[in-house]
C-alpha cells in the first residue's frame, strides 16, 4: 500500500503531541521515557533485540528500554516467574507452532498477553495464557462452561489462538499487524490502515487504541529478556519435580480429580495445577476427548487406571 499525503496523518500526530504527559503505570506509560544507559550500551542492546526480530517489525527506542527495564530492575521477581513458567509452556507451545509451520516468534505474544499464567483473567473478562474472550474461544472450538473453561487449556487455548492469528495474518497481510490486531481486533487495525493510507504498523500505530500503540513495544521486551536474561543476572527457578516434567493424554470419560490423586497418589492441588480448564474437580465427558496433564512419572500408571478401571468399551482405551 502506498503511502499518500493525508491530512488524517498530521491530525492524528497532533491529537497524541496534545495528550497530557501523565503515566499511568509502569507498564503501559503515555510517553516514551529517555534512556536510562549510556548509548553505547543501548545500540548493543538494539542489535541483540533485532537479531532476534524474525517475523515481527521490532524497532528499538526508549520506550522499548522502559520495557526492558521493567523486567530487569523494577519487577526482577515478576520477571523471575515468568522464566520459571516458560520452561513448562514454551515446549508445548513452540510444540503447535512447528506443527503449523508458524513462526517461533508468536509465542512471546503468551507472555504480554498473561505473563504465561494458564489461569490469568483480566477485567474485560479474558482468561488464559492468551487471553481469549468467551466468544473469540468459541468460535475457535474451545468449550466455556461452568464445568470447564478450555481457555485454560494450555493445549487447546494454544491451538485456538494460533488458528486466530492465522486469520489475522491472512486478512491483514503482516505478522507485526495480526499481533496488534489480536490486542484490538482485526477492524480496528483495518480502519488504521484506511486512514494512515499505509500497511506498515509504525505509520499507522497512531490511529490504533492507545494500549495497542505500545503493544509491539511489549513485544520488543519480551523478546529481548526471554532471550538474554542471564545478562541481567536474571533465570527461572527450578519447577516442582511433578509441574517440570509431564506428559498429556487425551480422555474421553467422566473422571473425578480426587479420584486421580488417590489412585496415582499425588496431591490433588498438583493435578489442579496442570488441569486449570476443569472449574469442578472432574474431566466432563466429552466424545472427541478432553486433554489430561500429569506427572510424566505417573502416567503409565494412570492409563493402567483408566483402561482398567474407567474405560467400558475399547474405543475409549488410551
Known amino acids: 500500500m502506498n503511502r499518500l499525503l493525508n491530512p488524517a496523518i498530521f491530525i492524528g500526530a497532533l491529537s497524541i503531541l496534545c495528550q497530557p ?33 524474525g517475523v515481527i517489525d521490532l524497532r528499538y527506542d526508549g520506550l522499548v528500554q522502559h520495557y526492558i527495564e521493567s523486567y530487569t530492575v523494577r519487577a526482577r521477581p515478576r520477571a523471575g516467574r515468568i522464566l520459571t513458567r516458560a520452561q513448562q509452556y514454551f515446549p508445548i507451545i513452540e510444540k503447535y507452532l512447528t ?43 474451545l468449550q466455556v462452561n461452568d464445568k470447564i473453561d478450555e481457555r485454560k487449556d494450555v493445549h487447546k487455548a494454544t491451538q485456538a489462538a494460533l488458528k486466530y492469528l ?13 499481533i496488534a490486531a489480536y490486542n484490538c481486533g482485526g477492524g480496528k487495525v483495518l480502519k488504521a490502515m484506511r486512514y494512515s493510507y499505509s ?5 499507522l500505530r497512531m490511529f490504533l487504541p492507545k494500549q495497542t500503540q505500545y ?19 536474571l533465570s527461572p527457578k527450578d519447577a516442582d519435580y511433578f509441574l517440570q516434567f509431564t506428559k498429556v493424554t487425551k480422555v474421553y470419560k467422566e473422571l473425578n480429580l480426587s479420584n486421580i490423586s488417590r489412585a496415582l497418589d499425588i496431591p490433588i492441588e498438583v493435578i489442579e495445577r496442570l488441569n486449570p480448564s476443569y472449574t469442578k474437580q ?28 474407567i474405560a467400558r468399551d475399547p474405543a475409549d482405551y488410551i
Open 199 to 203: 500497511d506498515d504498523f509504525w505509520e
Open 21 to 53: 504527559l501523565i503515566a499511568n503505570n509502569l507498564d503501559t506509560p503515555i510517553f516514551a521515557p529517555s534512556f536510562s544507559t549510556p548509548t553505547e550500551e543501548a545500540t548493543t542492546v538494539k542489535k541483540r533485540l533485532l537479531a532476534k526480530a
Open 282 to 309: 472432574y474431566v466432563p465427558y466429552n466424545k472427541e476427548g478432553n486433554f489430561l496433564i500429569l506427572p510424566k512419572v505417573k502416567m503409565s500408571r494412570f492409563i493402567t487406571y483408566y483402561n482398567l478401571m
Open 166 to 178: 492465522v486469520h489475522l495474518k491472512e486478512k491483514l497481510g503482516s505478522w507485526t499487524l495480526a
Open 99 to 141: 506443527e503449523q509451520g508458524l513462526p517461533n516468534e508468536l509465542k512471546y505474544m503468551a507472555v504480554i498477553e498473561s505473563a504465561l499464567n494458564p489461569t490469568a483473567l483480566s477485567d474485560a473478562g479474558a482468561v488464559g495464557l492468551w487471553q481469549l474472550m468467551p466468544a473469540t474461544a468459541r468460535h475457535y472450538g
Open 215 to 233: 503493544y509491539i513495544h511489549k513485544i520488543a521486551a519480551a523478546v529481548y529478556v526471554m532471550n538474554y536474561h542471564n545478562l541481567h543476572d
